[in-house]
């Protein structure tokens, strides 16, 4: 059976840093473009960041430039996104999703979910 397990929510105060991990089971995610997606509560799901497979492009949502940063850990085969400055706004449970890259875009129609990880930033 093929899962992904989100890790590293938490509690935080604004302007701190948090680091969020993919991992899968059943299949290596070196092969797979990934995706981070958030959800507030009332709002609608919302794409923030996605990297492939193919050449390492990344994509993030407006909001999130030059705050988060996708990478994709090797040595663990696992996907990380790392939070810094955050803020109440991104307060939201927050899911990794996995997909077959298209061509060299940096997101993907994604197949395969996790169950999410809550992110609360609050003073």
């Known amino acids: 059976q093929l899962q992904l397990v989100e890790s590293g929510g938490g509690l935080v105060q604004p302007g701190g840093s948090l680091r969020l991990s993919c991992a899968a089971s059943?299949?290596?995610?070196?092969?797979?473009?990934i995706g981070w997606f958030r959800q507030a509560p009332g709002k609608e799901r919302e794409g923030v960041s996605c990297i492939n497979s193919n050449d390492g492009s990344t994509y993030y949502v407006d909001s999130v430039k030059g705050r988060f940063t996708i990478s994709r850990d090797n040595a663990k085969g696992t996907v990380v996104l790392l939070m810094n400055s955050l803020k109440p706004e991104d307060t939201a449970v927050y899911y990794c999703?996995?997909?077959?890259?298209?061509?060299?875009?940096?997101?993907?129609?994604?197949?395969?979910w996790g169950q999410g990880t809550q992110v609360t930033v609050s003073s």
């Open positions: 999703a996995a997909g077959k890259d298209i061509a060299t875009k940096a997101c993907a129609l994604y197949d395969y």
């Open positions: 059943g299949f290596s995610l070196d092969y797979y473009a």
